[in-house]
């Protein structure tokens, strides 16, 4: 599958819908790079960082009980190094859309890329029960109500990171092209239809 002209995919996700997988096997399909977690290792080895307190500061704001319209600039190590994380990820988006095409999963990038042409903005999401399910299957946790809390907790982290940084809704219809129940269409059927709305968006050859 060869795309027709340069394009932006940002994908923002609720925690166990499925959202990595869709956006590796879109990537496969379109030879195009896919920037997530593998943005650490970047930064790590290009400003000395470790990559353990990177990875505790991704996609999170210094306390798990920081509210999203508070002021920032707490002056704590941790949160120092989360907002330093966010701009440096920041940069390696735009450096990244500046080169070519490339899928850029949450990391608020949807905002980041708000003034680039040819941005695709997509959110994933599924019900709670068929999410819950497969948390239960890929971490390996036989109690439901424990699958439930690790949901709640990382959409609640998700939001507020978000919220935090675009002073936008997260999850909202807002700039978005397309929302995709994955529960009912399965990865195959999500990544079809992206394609399918590329295609017809003139970014895909027929």
Known sequence: MKLSRKVLITIGREYGCGGKVIADALSADLDIPVFDKNMIAIIAKKHGYSEEALVSSDERLSSPFFEPYAPYGTGT????????????QAQIIKEQADKGSGIFIGRCANDILRHYDDVINIFIFAPKAARIQRIMEVE??????????????????????????????????????????????GKEGSVALIEDYLRRRGYLEN
């Open 77 to 88: 190590e941790s949160g120092a190094i989360s907002e330093r994380l966010f701009i440096l």
């Open 140 to 185: 390996d946790i036989a109690d439901s109500a424990a699958a439930e809390k690790i949901i709640r907790r990382m959409d609640k982290t998700r939001r507020s990171y978000y919220q935090f940084y675009t002073d936008k809704k997260w999850g909202s219809t807002e700039g978005m092209d397309l929302l995709i129940n994955s529960a009912s269409l």
